[in-house]
């Protein structure tokens, strides 16, 4: 049987979204998971970028780590797992922008059947997780994928840490994070997302 192939498109500003990232990529990994973790690019004007402190520099350092997304990213994958901060209880505008770019995919009906799962980040408890991994559901069915939660499948869901519609992280401001927990529940949804796709491609 061959290894499932999973990508992983996600914005991450501080860098707290990526570290959920390598979570499920790492959970997925050991499900035997071939993974392309990919940054997509900021879609605001420069000049907002310098007037926060520290953001110019992360986004160099992460753009110089990983790829930007693109289209034959989705086509190579069986598994897309959206990672994404809250903006006001809603995806990103980094995030969508690649979702968007999506659409000629969707017209030709290359991504149905794929898996698809989504995890998130925000400051506060109530900022957003949850309503920011379920807006993601209808973008899912969509663009045809087959939505994989990590539901209260393991016993990583119950330690207080993410959510049954995605993993996550409230990171703290100035953030700090992901903790132990929330990594353990990004990793149980590569590692399920992982199986799924794989029992899909036999």
């Given amino acids: 049987m061959s290894s499932p192939k999973i990508l992983i498109p996600f914005y991450s500003r501080s860098g707290t979204i990526q570290r959920l990232a390598e979570a499920v990529a790492e959970g997925a990994r050991g499900q035997g998971a071939e993974v392309r973790l990919r940054r997509a690019r900021e879609v605001v004007a420069p000049q907002i970028i310098a007037s926060v402190p520290g953001w110019k520099e992360d986004s160099d350092a992460m753009n110089a780590r990983y790829e930007a997304p693109t289209a034959d990213d989705a086509v ?36 149905n059947g794929k898996v698809g799962s989504a995890f998130a980040g925000s400051a506060t408890p109530h900022g957003g997780n949850e ?6 559901f209808p973008v899912m ?10 539901g209260f499948a393991d016993a990583a869901m119950f330690a207080g840490a ?7 992280v409230v990171s703290g401001n100035p953030p700090a994070g992901p903790s132990e927990a929330e990594l353990a529940v990004g990793r149980f949804q590569g590692q399920r997302v992982a199986q799924v796709a794989k029992k899909l491609k036999s």
């Fill in 76 to 111: 190579w994958a069986d598994a897309i797992i959206f990672g994404t901060p809250t903006r006001f209880g809603a995806v990103s505008s980094e995030l969508k922008a690649y979702i968007d770019s999506l659409g000629g995919l969707w017209a030709q009906g290359k991504l």
């Fill in 131 to 136: 309503v920011t991994s379920l807006s993601l």
């Fill in 162 to 168: 993410g959510t049954p519609y995605g993993a996550s």
């Fill in 141 to 150: 069915a969509h663009l045809g994928l087959i939505i994989v939660p990590p």
